[in-house]
């Protein structure tokens, strides 16, 4: 499946940012999604995953109870909402699926998912 991330860009610390990423070549409804970023000069860290239909959500500890990973299968499309940034969460942000075996399968680590989008820029000025 190819994918492409958007809705990076430059926010205040405090402030609110939704990413977009869009499916396509693949079954998506099939997939768990999952967000990943990566900071300069740091590896790439898990954020969030969803599976297939969405019933079931895990993220990072970093980014609990400040993000929320939604999916809709109608437009192939997985978002991630992220709210009360911090200047922390500067980095590139990067989708990527993973093929499961069931509905209910989610993955936090990195070497489960087979495709990546390019990533998007999230700068959070202080």
């Known amino acids: 499946v190819q994918l492409q991330a958007s809705g990076g860009g430059l926010v205040q610390a405090g402030g609110s940012l939704r990413l977009s990423c869009a499916a396509s070549g693949g079954t998506f409804s099939t997939y768990c999604m999952g967000w990943f970023r990566q900071a300069p000069g740091k590896s790439r860290e898990f954020v969030a995953a969803i599976s297939w239909i969405g019933r079931i959500t895990s993220y990072a500890g970093s980014s609990k109870g400040r993000f929320t990973i939604s999916r809709d299968n109608a437009k192939n499309t997985v978002y991630l909402q992220m709210n009360s940034l911090k200047p922390e969460d500067t980095a590139v942000y990067y989708c990527?699926?993973?093929?499961?075996?069931?509905?209910?399968?989610?993955?936090?680590?990195?070497?489960?998912?087979?495709?990546w989008g390019q990533g998007t820029l999230v700068t959070v000025s202080s």
């Open positions: 990527a699926a993973s093929r499961g075996r069931t509905s209910g399968y989610i993955s936090t680590s990195l070497y489960d998912y087979n495709d």
